[in-house]
């Protein structure tokens, strides 16, 4: 298999995999849907969202998600909690980069008020509808969400003050154009609050290869010297890992919060 067709294999692989994740969501969460208020076979059981609910709570505060619905909570997929690092203020434009269900984009919403503006960015077609019903359920007006990938994103030079990412970097056949892309469209003296996977030695290659366990966040997780070279790379300073979380204590595997900055007024290190 070729580079190239093996990339295509694992995105394809990474939208079928949030794609399911959303479509379960959506049908289960709809209202009038097949699952009721008694579940049937053809949608995933309650307990699936109980699970969901039982791990973000490690994550996010009751008071974060207290009024978030189930289609948002039980779409949470992140590895840790870039709104509560980012120190948003009232009336910046923040972009969440690979937004999932949305809800670091409603948290940052409620951060930025009425006067901000949240875009989140997604390349799963199912996540943007999910997202974009939840804001409605919500009542989120500052929010919108996009279609696109963040190798590329749909938005124009220096339109954001802040960018937030939720265990979605790792998912990417090419960080180097994730950095590139956002320092792009950051403005001068804008910062970075990403939560995400690294790894501290190596995986087995049986791992590495396959495209399931890159869906799950895992086979394409860099080492964190090199996640962090990649960002210098890009142009961003002040590149601090602020905390590690190991899976397991003998784990190389580990969830990590990054802030970094765009050079510019105020924050430049030259
Ligand atoms: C692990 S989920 C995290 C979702 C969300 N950040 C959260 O915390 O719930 C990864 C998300 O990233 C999206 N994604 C993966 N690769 C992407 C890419 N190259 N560009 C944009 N979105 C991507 C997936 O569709 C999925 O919704």
């Known amino acids: ?27 289960r969460t709809a209202e009038a849907s097949c699952c009721g208020p008694a579940p049937s076979p053809c949608c995933c059981g309650p307990s699936e969202a109980t699970a969901a609910l039982a791990d973000i709570a490690r994550i996010y505060t009751t008071d974060e998600l207290a009024g978030l619905p189930e289609s948002v909570t039980s779409a949470a997929l992140g590895c840790g909690n870039p709104v509560a690092l980012a120190e948003l203020k009232p009336g910046e434009v923040v972009l969440d980069l690979g937004s999932g269900g949305g809800i670091d984009c409603f948290l940052a919403a409620q951060k930025v008020g009425p006067q901000g503006r949240v875009i989140g960015v997604d390349m799963t077609p199912e996540m943007i509808l999910l997202a974009q ?58 910062r970075m609050s990403i939560s995400d996977i690294v790894l501290y030695g190596e995986l087995p290659p049986a791992i590495r290869e396959r495209p399931d366990a890159w869906a799950a966040c895992v086979a394409g997780a860099l080492q964190e010297s090199e996640y962090v070279d990649k960002m210098r790379a890009a142009g961003f300073e002040r590149i601090e890992v602020l905390s590690r979380d190991f899976v397991e204590p003998d784990s190389v595997i580990a969830s990590v919060r990054i802030k970094a900055y765009k050079p510019g007024p105020g924050n430049s290190c030259t």
Do not use: H, W
């Open 1 to 27: 298999m070729s580079d190239i067709a093996g990339g295509d294999k694992i995105k394809k692989v990474v939208r079928q995999t949030y794609g399911g994740i959303a479509g379960r969501v959506l049908r």
């Open 133 to 190: 019903r939840n804001a409605k359920k919500v009542g989120a007006t500052n929010v919108e969400f996009r279609y696109g990938e963040m190798e590329n994103i749909p938005l124009p030079d220096e339109s954001v003050d802040v960018i937030i990412s939720n265990c979605v970097i790792n998912l990417s056949l090419d960080k180097d154009a994730v950095f590139r892309e956002a320092y792009r469209v950051l403005r001068p003296g804008g």
